[in-house]
């Protein structure tokens, strides 16, 4: 199992940014994804989830409103459409699966919110 986060970087506030993970290695279209993120010196907190499907997503009140979880299982990826970016979501994004009783986590992409 493999997850590949890609599309961060450096914003302004009020900005976009897309990220990706890209997945391999088992039945993408079978699971749920999630996307994580960690702001320095904070804990690890989950921004949103997104059904097999697709067709049923929830987000961290934080987010919500201004960040948008998708996927393409044809392509085996998953999407974090962030708009409206601010400071505070200043943090190392992470996409997550759960497989039976393992939890697989990316590398982390870095999202940094400034002026």
């Known amino acids: 199992v493999q997850l590949v986060e890609s599309g961060g970087g450096l914003v302004q506030p009020g900005g976009s940014l897309r990220l990706s993970c890209a997945a391999s290695?088992?039945?993408?279209?079978?699971?749920?994804m999630n996307w994580y993120r960690q702001a320095p010196g904070k804990e690890r907190e989950l921004v949103g989830t997104?059904?097999?499907?697709?067709?049923?997503?929830n987000y961290a009140d934080s987010v919500k409103g201004r960040f948008t979880i998708s996927r393409d299982n044809a392509k085996n990826t998953v999407y974090l459409q962030m708009n409206s970016l601010k400071p505070e979501d200043t943090a190392v994004y992470y996409c997550r699966t759960k497989l039976g009783r393992i939890y697989y986590w990316g590398q982390g992409t870095q999202v940094t919110v400034s002026s």
């Open positions: 997104i059904s097999s499907t697709g067709g049923d997503t």
């Open positions: 290695g088992f039945s993408f279209s079978s699971y749920v």
